[in-house]
């Protein structure tokens, strides 16, 4: 029996040895995940009693989820008591504490704060700390507590400044490269402030030629910055940022490296005032150059270094032609006017650029490209590896990037030359081909094309100007200036303002009335027409083309339509400016015949069909509309009513019909029903005020009426509030019974103006 005994004993001890091996560490302690404070966050904030300038720092956060038995919270500064990853305190470490926060049920409150300033003050002056851990501990009165929590004030700039972006441009023997000055965030704890002063850049210009030597370069940098150092860098020693000298020896003559010092944060006010030029010269023509660039703040943190690569071009620029040639319209025989093709299209030709391999190539560039004998491709030239397109743009005085032209010479792929008189394809002509888009009959054309060879050597630009022929229309319509000839049909032609009707300051005219716009058309004087807005059926014709164009632009299968009319036409984007702006339209926004913006921008008044539709809107305009998307409104068959509801109300007899305890109010008698009561003019209590409206020459436009309350109570001023700018004058009362509906009334369109409305005039002949 006694040694039954001691097996059994044995037995447990061993069992609880191995239960033992098996739990976590500490002993086996659990720690209860709901206590322990939760969502700890550091302030640098001060208290509603602190000095102006004072800094502070606090700790907030959560109580735990169970303060059942919570007494005390602890909290640590630094890691000398308890370190980066204890889980628990002991006693002792509870004394050593430098703050202790009693709990109290009474304080009822999810969030508490404890201030630490004086404390982080105290140990600041003794040591320097990059961050400060905090740590805080739920003391209760019985079970385990929970793990320990930590979070850490920041204390100094460890945030580096932002990458450097660069762009550059190259030449035979130089370039340079440009980059903005980097922000930088000091203070961990506030993200945005982002203007930390940059101490400078450190810069390294190395050749992939190692027997380059760029000691001697020239350099020229342009920026407001403080001053640069060649052959030196900048770099953090011990608690300073020194300028340090580096090697000027041979070995090393393919690097050169700049110290370039700023001092001064990211302006957020001038942006050219961020802005940093370096131009080198003295460059290796067709040679590669590696340049990096690292930028440090005042606290000598560095960001990661970007690398730039930069390939100057060889010493030959392409040859480019002097003209470009088109294709004569054979309506104007003898006057050069270029035809365009059935979609607006403009072919243009010119002599294929060719790249010199020797200096003295002997090659003429002239209207074409001439070769003397013997100069062949691969022993005299090369080919170009690229054309540039641009359009000049009168308005803006830019040249825009034409959109489908130009490009990789693989695009230019036929061969073209004269045949008959004609431009044919031929093997090894001398001519190539682009197609310019969205060109209007009558257009003058100012186009810039240049070819790039392999190394980006651009050629001398070929500027040329091209006439565009107006078309068959032009020879059967002399139109007033402003203008175009356009067709409705085979039996209809007129001419059509070529934009929104603008005044003698070549602003458009917006936010009339539609009388005053059938005023305005019917003042221009042109001889042998009648002017006046455009009729609603011409109107739509015109931007249909002949019902091929939907939305009264050249479409374009590559470019989804609600894009195009965004991008092009201004329809739905809410930006007047471009609208209003003739500097700021898009010819891409043109019909075949010429006449811009039918289908946005502006929405035009037109002259309706009927008495009862006489002022129709059409097209869309920069306002978004409620209920139509992009393309709805565009749509050249769309036509909009200017719509103004008024009370609805009956001066007859009103007929009132009881159905057991609910009563029907009805207009016209039903003697199937049994009826209540009739209520006569005597028995109503509705009144109206009744207005003359007038312009502002006193003529008079209609009557419009609201009610009589309204207008008692609200005066001289809600007359003006209603008034649209027209002259409101009271002309008489009258007792009605309203019908508690409201109804489009019929007058409004002569009330109505809106400063996204135009109109353009057309001129008939007589």
Known sequence: MRLSKLYSLFVVALLALLLSACSDDDDGTEYPFDREVMDMSVMLTCGPKAAEGDSCYRVRFQYPLSTDRLEEIYLWLGTDVVDDTSKSVSSSDLDKSDTVLKYSSKKAKSFDTIDVTSK??????????????????????????????????????????????????????????????????????APSEISGPIAGYNVVITSDDKSEDLRKVKLGIEGDFADTVRHARIRLLHDSLVVDPTSRSSKEKNV??????????????????????????????????????TSLDSAGNLSKEVSHVLSTTDSIAPLMPTSIVTIEDTLYPGTGLARLDSNN????????????????????????????????????????????VLRYNPHTEVWDPMRFAGGSASHYIKDYDWEDGEMVVVDGGRYIADTVRWVSPGDTLILRIRSRDVSGYYSRALVDTIYVSPGALKQELECPEGFVAVSASDTNKFCMERFEHMNDSGEFVRNVFHSEAQAACEAISASGFKVGLCNERDWELVCLSGGVLSYGVVEDDTIPMSSFLFDNCSVGTEDSSSAVDVTKRNYRCTNPMGVHDLSGSLQEWVKGRSEDTLAVLKGGSYKTMN???????????????????????????????????????????????????????????????????????????GVDYAPYSEYKNGGEEWLKSISNGLVYVPDHIERVFLTGEKVPYRKASMFYRSPSIGFRCCAYPE
């Open 627 to 701: 209920g139509l998307d992009i393309e709805s409104q565009a749509l050249c068959t769309n036509r909009g009513f200017p719509v103004y509801t008024r009370l609805g109300y009956t001066k007859d007899s009103v007929f009132l019909y009881r159905e057991g305890t609910r009563v029907d109010t009805v207009y016209e008698p039903d003697t199937s029903r049994t009826l209540f009561k009739v209520l006569t003019k005597k028995d109503f209590k509705d009144s109206l005020q009744f207005f003359d409206v007038q312009d502002s020459s006193g003529n008079s436009l």
């Open 256 to 293: 050169l490296r700049l110290a370039i010092l700023d001092g001064k944060g990211f302006d957020v006010e001038n942006d050219s005032a961020n802005l940093f030029r370096l131009t080198i010269r003295g460059l290796q023509s067709e040679s590669r150059y590696t340049i990096g660039i």
């Open 345 to 388: 299209r403009l072919i243009i030709f010119w002599s294929r650029s060719v790249d010199p391999l020797l200096m003295d190539h002997g090659i003429l560039a002239d209207t074409t490209l001439v070769f003397p004998k013997g100069c062949i491709q691969s022993s005299c030239y090369d080919t170009v590896s690229s054309y540039e």
């Open 120 to 189: 982080v003050k105290k140990l600041l002056k003794k040591k320097t700390y990059d961050t400060l851990q905090v740590a805080v501990f739920c003391k209760y009165s019985k079970g385990d507590p929970g793990l320990v929590q930590r979070t850490f004030f920041y204390l100094n700039d460890t945030q580096a400044p932002s990458l450097v972006s660069i762009r550059d441009s190259v030449w035979t023997v130089g370039g340079w490269i440009e980059w903005t000055r980097p922000t930088d965030q000091r203070n961990f704890h």
